[in-house]
């Protein structure tokens, strides 16, 4: 395996997804704990990540003695770089050639790096993010890679099996990069392919099998691609020991909750409770039009249900949650205080403390790409393996102000016909996610010789890599015009359509 160390970058997450894409296993640990990760994991080699700090700052993030120590290959990408300088006897020095985006750097060197990937003397195309760059180097590395403002763009000290480079090879502007980090692991670490979602499934399967004994199992199913992963998983692992519950909070698109019903218990045989709470959830949801309210009713409402479920189930001593890695990385933390909440996304936090079960996590280990690759391993269908994200509260929070059944009703007819269109027209899979959104404004139109008065109907579509943050989908306007006629026609209470080309930030993905 190969251990990322974390200096707090915001792309430290693609570091580790360029390396499973090699097949081969990483962990990303803070700089703080590399130590005990060191001894923990035993890597074949060490990527050290970039991060926001200065070196030259008092209190600057250290590399570890037990790294340094190790005579594993280590990989520095720009702060990390910066670091081995500072901690191998080089100089660094504070950023009046601060430089941000694209570079091109020139091969001076042959390097192991670059072997295969570049050739001697040719320039291509690198990402720059960094203040602070190396002047001098340390003893025992040269230089293997110039930019015009980075003269130490990359370096090496190959008889140390150290590499570094100041730029980014993690982020798609720096176009090689990922075969930049499949010669570190493969041809400098001598690590071979064996990371793959059929080893995977074969090794979670033994492993929930271990845990589980002859216990029973609880699931909560979503209609995400998460849960259903691990529902499939775990069912395949222990069979009918698994129970999964499904609660339909009324909230959901058209037709969703029978597919997500039919699919379960129909096509996989899994046990499944379907539990039909819309009617106590818009009761609740009467009246009110705050967001953050919304969501807590919401929220509460479902953790009632669900142990109520459980408890009619008889207990179960397990709870499965498809938690992915991205929730369990320990993040690095400079600051140290709270950030603002914008939303509580996380509806139903606190569900495994209070229900006191142990938890049966099978995803815990791996990115969204990757579920996605398990779930086509499990044979979950196509349609279902690349759908958009859909938020916990569901339409309650696509439906600003208050929400009644009606106004649901005119959502859920516009959405399908929304999607329909986007489907049809092959744009589904460019677009991160897209949906209707009914507006609290009515507003006169003209259809026939009649005079309306309906609701407006906002469409959004996005593209995105992680939701955090998020460009507006350019559509084609004849598509939009032809979709807007199509929502106006067809559904009784809207006769207007908008297209919102706000993109995150400054706007949130949901309006909500
Ligand atoms: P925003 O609107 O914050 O959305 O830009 C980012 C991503 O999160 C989803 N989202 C939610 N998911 N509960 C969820 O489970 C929520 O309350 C919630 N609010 C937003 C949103 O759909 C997008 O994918």
């Not at 001098?136 to 003269?151: D, H, I, Q, R, Y």
């Not at 208050?402 to 999607?419: N, S």
Request: proline share 5%; aromatic share 8%.
């Amino acid at each position: 395996s190969i251990l990322i160390v974390d200096y707090g970058s915001q792309v430290t997450q693609l570091i580790a997804r360029r390396i499973r894409e090699t097949g081969v296993y990483c962990e990303i640990h803070p700089f703080q704990s590399a130590g005990a990760a060191m001894a923990a994991m035993q890597p074949k080699g060490v990527v050290l990540s970039g991060g926001p700090a200065s070196t030259l700052d008092e209190n600057a993030p250290t590399i570890d003695p037990a790294i340094l120590d190790a005579g594993v290959p280590i990989l520095g990408i720009c702060y990390g770089q910066q670091a081995l300088c500072q901690a191998l006897g080089g100089k660094v020095e504070a950023g009046h050639h601060r430089e941000f985006g694209r570079a091109e750097v020139k091969v001076e060197k042959t390097s192991a790096l670059t072997n295969g990937v570049w050739d001697l003397c040719t320039e291509h195309q690198v990402w720059m993010s960094h203040g602070d760059r190396v002047v001098a180097l340390p003893e025992g590395f040269e230089v293997v890679g110039t930019s015009p403002n980075a003269p130490f763009a990359m370096i090496a000290n190959e008889a140390r099996r150290i590499w570094a480079v100041q730029f980014h090879p993690e982020v798609v502007h720096t176009p090689d990069g990922a075969k930049l980090y499949a010669n570190f692991v493969h041809q400098i670490c001598g690590v071979a392919s064996t990371w793959t979602m059929a080893a995977y499934r074969a090794k979670m399967i033994e492993k929930i099998r271990e845990q589980v004994g002859t216990g029973k199992v609880i699931c909560g199913l979503s209609g995400g691609v998460d849960s259903s992963v691990a529902a499939v998983l775990i069912h395949e692992a222990i069979g009918d020991q698994l129970t999964c519950i499904y609660v339909d909070h009324g909230l959901m698109r058209l037709n969703e909750s029978e597919q997500v019903v039919t699919m379960f218990r129909d096509e996989y045989n899994i046990p499944l409770v379907h539990v039909d709470v819309s009617k106590v959830f818009l009761r609740e949801l009467d009246g009110v039009s705050d967001p953050e309210t919304k969501r807590k009713i919401i929220g509460r409402l479902f953790i009632e249900t669900f142990e109520e479920e459980a408890k009619k189930l008889g207990g179960a001593e397990f709870l499965a949650q498809g938690t992915l890695y991205p929730d369990v990385i320990e993040s690095v933390s400079f600051t140290g205080g709270p950030s603002v909440t914008i939303k509580s996304h996380h509806n139903v936090g606190g569900l495994p403390e209070r229900m006191n079960m142990q938890l049966v996590e099978p995803l815990r280990e791996l990115f969204k790409d990757e579920v996605r690759i398990l779930g086509r391993e499990l044979g979950l269908p196509e349609s279902f393996i690349g759908r958009h994200p859909f938020p916990g509260p569901g339409l309650a929070i696509r439906c600003p102000g208050g929400i009644t059944p009606e106004k649901l009703d005119i959502l859920r007819q516009a959405d399908a016909i929304y999607l329909d269109e986007i489907r049809k027209s092959g744009q589904y899979d460019k677009i991160w996610q897209a949906f209707a959104v009914l507006l609290p404004v009515q507003t006169v139109g003209v259809m026939g010789d009649g005079r309306t008065y309906e609701f407006v109907c906002a469409l959004r579509a996005v593209t995105s890599v992680d939701g955090m943050t998020a460009d507006f989908y350019q559509f084609d306007m004849n598509f939009l015009g032809k979709t807007a006629t199509r929502i106006i026609n067809e559904v009784r209470g809207i006769n207007r359509v908008v297209y919102d080309v706000t993109s995150k930030p400054p706007g949130t993905i949901e309006w909500e």
